[in-house]
């Protein structure tokens, strides 16, 4: 059963305009939320991260807002540029002492069109 | 630079052989883990370590062998009983005690069965 949901597997915006990427969740003992961007044929690498007591998080153009009532997640990247266009991993870590494994969705891909 | 490194970034094997797929990091991380990557289905764990000579198996470990015996070091071994290793492989690194800031990934290693 998929704990960590992106149900869009693909989202296309204009550059210049806002893109939200949306994640859901299954399990209340998560408590640490990450976003990962990911180009073909390379490692994904971290974008940015929310911890569960807050309900945002910004870094730049990416902000991450957390609501944990519905359980669930969204990455705003404003303004997107096409070199934007990858796709976007969010993952999420339960509380579990020193067990750092992390619980994947199944990503979505971001086109930027110029 | 700190980082992981990922060889050979291509990798073809004949039908029958095992293939081992190197992984070392330098970022002084104690765990460390092997993911695979399919069109549409996101990253799924095959194996994982979080000490040295120890190890554990992800959701899709049959067919794979690991080892642990350096902290810098996480092989994986492809064996002939795996039915369709043709995939992406990544390996990522974590400390497994302090602040968690995610995995650091390695750029990956395209295995194609010929």
């Not at chain 1, 550059?15 to 044929?41: H, Q, V």
Request: glycine fraction near 8%; hydrophobic fraction near 30%; include cysteine.
């Amino acid at each position: 059963d998929q704990q960590v949901k992106q149900n869009s597997p693909s989202l296309s915006v204009q550059e210049g305009r806002i893109s939200i990427l949306n994640c859901d969740y299954t399990n209340s003992m998560f408590d640490y939320f990450l976003w990962y961007k990911k180009y073909p044929a390379e490692g994904p690498t971290f974008l940015i991260s929310i911890s569960s007591i807050k309900d945002k998080n910004e870094d730049g153009r990416f902000t991450v807002f957390l609501n944990k009532s519905a359980k669930h997640l969204s990455l705003h990247i404003v303004p997107s540029q096409p070199g934007d266009s990858a796709v976007y991993f969010c993952a999420a870590s339960p509380w579990a002492g020193n067990n750092r494994k992390l619980i994947w969705g199944l990503g979505t891909s971001l086109a930027v069109n110029p | 630079d700190g980082g992981i490194t990922q060889s050979p970034k291509y990798l073809f094997r004949k039908e029958g052989q095992n293939v081992t797929l190197s992984c070392e990091q330098n970022l002084n991380h104690d765990a460390m883990y092997w993911y695979r990557q399919d069109p549409g289905q996101g990253l799924r764990l095959i194996y994982y370590s979080q000490i040295v000579n120890d190890f554990q198996k992800g959701d899709i470990a049959e067919g794979y062998s690991v080892s642990r015996e350096k902290k810098e070091s996480f092989p994986l071994t492809v064996t002939s009983a795996q039915k369709n290793p043709t995939a992406f492989y990544l390996c990522a690194s974590t400390s497994a005690a302090g602040v968690f800031y995610g995995y650091t990934f390695g750029s990956g290693t395209r295995l194609t069965v010929v």
